[in-house]
């Protein structure tokens, strides 16, 4: 799944599984379907997968028409294409994307409901300037200090959709107690990046909780850092979209899992940690205790 240009990825992921069941419903293989609409086997592959670059409404249109489509449908279809052209905030920093699936999960990130991550380092979203600075500096060593700058707003601007007042996303962090001794930045560093933590964790919809090196290995296993994407539900009480777990590539392409099974699994190891974790105000205490460590 990819979104090279920045453009709206929710809309797009409904809009290519929806046209997907259709296609299957009607018991038609890519290409028979493909052959029909007038595009290629590979086109409408990347309609379905949200790989396009640029959804063509009239070959929504078409594909609608082999369907066999009402037209009330063929309409919310192409509502929805319509809204996968719109581009995204971060369009602008799309220049600074080597890996189309990070661009991706920017749009995904933007539209979730709620996100449960499970981190070693303290994540993105509640992230200080400085701190994201200096993760930022380190893994991309050769970086101009424009780029540098770019990609440290990128990450501060992603920090909206938990801090806005309008419907904030709801945010469950999961922080591995490493997180308080990795040095990143330096002292001065390190103390102003957990306070600040300490502060994000008493908003309502912010839940931030340590998972203390003496919990051991949730199932006997390292499994590393993960997020759990979920898009709410419709009026009707079905879920917008089906929710996805991310994983950061570090190096290498980053990864999704959208299958029902591997996503609970996920959602299950979310509870394991949260079984041997510390609690909020527990956590709010050690993060403050270490920061005040870190203070000369």
């Not at 007038?38 to 070959?59: F, M, W």
């Not at 037209?71 to 809204?83: I, N, R, Y």
């Not at 850092?225 to 190096?251: C, H, M, R, S, W």
Request: proline residues 4%.
């Amino acid at each position: 799944m990819t979104s090279a240009d920045g453009s709206s990825t929710l809309p797009r992921r409904q809009l290519g599984r929806a046209l997907r069941e259709m296609r299957e419903g009607q018991g038609l293989r890519l290409d028979q379907a493909a052959a029909l609409a007038e595009l290629s086997k590979s086109g409408l592959h990347r309609i379905e997968n949200a790989q396009v670059v640029k959804v063509k409404i009239r070959e929504i249109r078409a594909l609608c028409e082999v369907y066999g489509v009402a037209t009330g449908e063929t309409s919310q279809m192409l509502k929805l294409a319509e809204k996968a052209q719109v581009k995204s905030w971060h369009t602008a920093f799309s220049g600074l994307f080597s890996d189309d699936t990070f661009a991706m999960y920017l749009g995904l990130e933007a539209s979730a409901h709620q996100l449960i991550s499970y981190n070693e380092i303290v994540p993105g979203l509640l992230q200080t300037a400085d701190y994201a600075r200096a993760v930022i500096s380190s893994y991309y060593r050769d970086s101009n200090a424009e780029d540098l700058n770019r990609r440290v707003e990128l990450r501060l601007k992603r920090q909206a959709i938990v801090t806005r007042k309008s419907s904030p996303a709801k945010l469950e962090v999961l922080l591995h107690e490493s997180a308080l001794h990795r040095v990143v930045g330096g002292p001065r560093i390190m103390a102003a990046q957990l306070r600040h933590a300490a502060e994000m964790s008493k908003l309502p919809n912010i839940s931030v909780r340590i998972h203390p090196f003496a919990s051991g290995c949730t199932w006997g296993l390292v499994h590393g850092p993960f997020v759990i994407l979920d898009f709410g539900t419709d009026t009707k009480g079905q879920p917008v979209e089906p929710a996805l777990v991310y994983f950061e590539g570090n190096g290498k392409p980053d990864l999704y899992m959208e299958k029902a099974d591997d996503v609970e699994r996920y959602h299950d190891i979310a509870s394991a940690l949260r079984c041997t974790a510390l609690d909020e105000t527990s956590t709010r205490d050690l993060l403050r205790r270490a920061a005040r460590s870190y203070t000369p």
